[in-house]
Each structure stands twice: as structure tokens, then as C-alpha cells.
């Protein structure tokens, strides 16, 4: 009997994700708060993302009926420039990066990209768009340092940067009880639009 066979399931969102340059200012921020408050659960640098539409759990077979439609949703748009500013907290626990820059396009993308999902047959709880970048989560009863952790770094303000691709990602959250981690399972390039609305 083999129990290592593919979950059935597979955690999915559609994302957009900051450039390295972008991730290391931030980062370069954070740096202090990294030694003060280690026991937070802190998300790998790599794996920071801006959640579009978040889809739960999807049956494996479920996920290839989304690529042809974002495919063709990410040609045909203009990259937004966005850029990493200040902090907050959701729930007193989660830790968070807040988005500046292009935000009538980024609410105009997860619209769309949310369009493009419901018309590829997949349900999914359509929850309002709060741009932002999940840093970290503090464990449970501690309700004070994520919220010393975004003072700390309130005023920060990152470089502009344009977001280039589209992302399709998979995580492993609930699968165990180590780190979350997630991977794509496509990329696409986002395209030059219709060159209206400039």
C-alpha cells in the first residue's frame, strides 16, 4: 500500500509577486525585528506574494482549466507599478506590508483575474481585494508583536517597481505542521494591454 500518493487536492491562490530588489529593501527593514521577535512565524522571503483571488482548496484535475484564461488575461495587461509601503496587522497577529502605486490597476487585475476563474467553472469564496504582503504570524495567545513589529517599520516606503508576471500558486498550508511553502505552478509574462487608459 503506498501512502505516498498526490493529495487530491491542491491549495491554490493567483498572485502577483514583488522583485528581488523590492523583497531585499524590505527585508533590509525587517532585519532588526528578525533577532528581537524570532519566534514569530515568519514567511520566506521568497514565497512574499500580493493575493489576487484566493481559490481554497481545488481538486488537482480542477487546476488546468485555469491556464488558458489567464494566460490570456496576463498578454493582453499592462503591468501595474506598484510599490511596498508601510505596515498594519490583521487580528493582532498577522504581520503585514501594505501596497502603494497603481492601485486602480492592481483592483482592476484581481477583478478581472477573478472574472476569469469564475468563467473557467471554479468556484471560489470572492473575498474583497486588500492589497497587502503577509510577512509573518505570530503564535497563538502572543497579541503584541506583530503589532511592535509594524510599528517599527511604519514609515517605510519602498522603491517603485513593476509587476511582470502572473502567478498561479500552490501551497502546502495544512499539509503539516513545519513551514507553510509555496511554488508555482505557472507564470505568465503580464503583456502591453491595449494601450488605452494611460
Do not use: C
Not at 524590505?26 to 489576487?52: G, K, S
Not at 501596497?99 to 492592481?106: K, N, P, R, S
Not at 514609515?155 to 500558486?169: K, N, Q
Amino acid at each position: 500500500m503506498n501512502e505516498q500518493t498526490q493529495p487530491a487536492t491542491v491549495r491554490v491562490f493567483i498572485a502577483l509577486a514583488p522583485p528581488d530588489h523590492a523583497k531585499e529593501e524590505l527585508a533590509r527593514e525587517l532585519r532588526p525585528a528578525y533577532d528581537t521577535h524570532p519566534h514569530m512565524r515568519w514567511n520566506r522571503v521568497e514565497d512574499w506574494h500580493i493575493t489576487l483571488a484566493f481559490l481554497g482548496e481545488l481538486p488537482v484535475e480542477t487546476v488546468p482549466l485555469l491556464r488558458r484564461p489567464l494566460a490570456l488575461l496576463a498578454a493582453d495587461r499592462r503591468p501595474p507599478r506598484l510599490a511596498l509601503r508601510g505596515s498594519g496587522t490583521f487580528d493582532d497577529r498577522v504581520l503585514w506590508s501594505g501596497i502603494a502605486g497603481g492601485l486602480d490597476e492592481l483592483q482592476m487585475l484581481a477583478a478581472e483575474v477573478r472574472t476569469a476563474v469564475k468563467g473557467s467553472g471554479v468556484a471560489f469564496e470572492d473575498r474583497p481585494l486588500r492589497p497587502h504582503l503577509t510577512l509573518a504570524r505570530a503564535r497563538r495567545g502572543d497579541h503584541t508583536s506583530a503589532a511592535e513589529i509594524a510599528e517599527g517599520f511604519a514609515g517605510f516606503t519602498g522603491s517603485p517597481w513593476t509587476a511582470e508576471r502572473l502567478h498561479l500558486v500552490g501551497s502546502n498550508a495544512g499539509r503539516s505542521r513545519g513551514p507553510i511553502h509555496y511554488r508555482d505552478i505557472e507564470a505568465w509574462a503580464l503583456g502591453g494591454g491595449d494601450g488605452s487608459g494611460s
